[in-house]
């Protein structure tokens, strides 16, 4: 069993609208949560982070915790065309290992 | 965020020679960094966890006498990849840890071509 899992997608939204990333892991001691874009040939960049339940936002962005459900989400409110790439899901326990999805493509229409 | 830095960022090797590449963490200590390698359109393989001033934990599969970690300051890791062959083409990207917020940024990444 993979410890995070991500739908490869592709997912695809119209320019404007709320894109919606979900990622969700096994290890219940998994302690922080990240999102990270990559554009294709580059590396990944870190978009937010998360430790506690519930919601934060960050600009156009939202990270959803839920520990009891294992399951964490990415909003992107008012797509843009520039927001198309491959996000990663990561999680950690110790903070010594990360744990990364596959990642789940992300193509915005304009 | 903090910031990372990998060199070089291209390099083109003739098959059977060796590559070294270098990561950075500029602004912060990084006792601990991360060696990946990912494949065209594939995803991110974690290949060696290095730690500063220990040998680096490789993963299973990796070769660790053909990619040589080294870890010897709180800013610098290498990775040398050694007698390479065109199998070894690949994106290298290491990632570097900021204990405390626990936060993990990663380099530009390094393209190497092995002709």
């Known amino acids: 069993q993979k410890e995070v899992e991500q739908n490869s997608g592709p997912l695809s939204v119209p320019e404007g609208a709320i894109a919606s990333l979900n990622c969700t892991y096994s290890d219940r001691g998994s302690q922080s949560f990240f999102w990270y874009r990559q554009y294709s040939g580059k590396s990944p960049e870190l978009i937010m982070f998360?430790?506690?339940?519930g919601d934060k936002e960050d600009g156009r962005f939202t990270a959803q915790l839920n520990k009891a459900s294992q399951y964490v989400s990415l909003l992107i409110r008012d797509s843009q065309p520039s927001d198309s790439a491959t996000y990663l899901c990561a999680a950690t326990n110790t903070g010594n290992q990360f744990y990364f999805g596959t990642g789940t493509s992300l193509t915005v229409i304009p | 965020g903090a910031v990372v830095s990998q060199h070089p960022s291209w390099v083109i090797c003739k098959s059977g020679t060796s590559v070294k590449i270098e990561c950075r963490s500029l602004?912060?200590?990084?006792?601990?960094m991360f060696w990946y390698r990912q494949f065209p359109k594939q995803s991110l393989m974690l290949m060696a966890t290095?730690?500063?001033?220990?040998?680096?934990?490789?993963e299973q599969g990796v070769e660790k006498d053909k990619f040589l970690i080294n870890h010897a300051s709180l800013t610098l890791s290498t990775l040398t990849v050694t007698s390479a062959h065109p199998e070894d083409s690949s994106f290298y990207i290491c990632s570097a840890l900021v204990v405390g917020p626990g936060e993990l940024f990663f380099g530009e990444g390094s393209r190497l071509t092995v002709l």
């Open positions: 998360i430790y506690s339940n």
């Open positions: 290095s730690n500063e001033g220990s040998k680096a934990t490789y």
């Open positions: 602004d912060f200590q990084a006792t601990t």
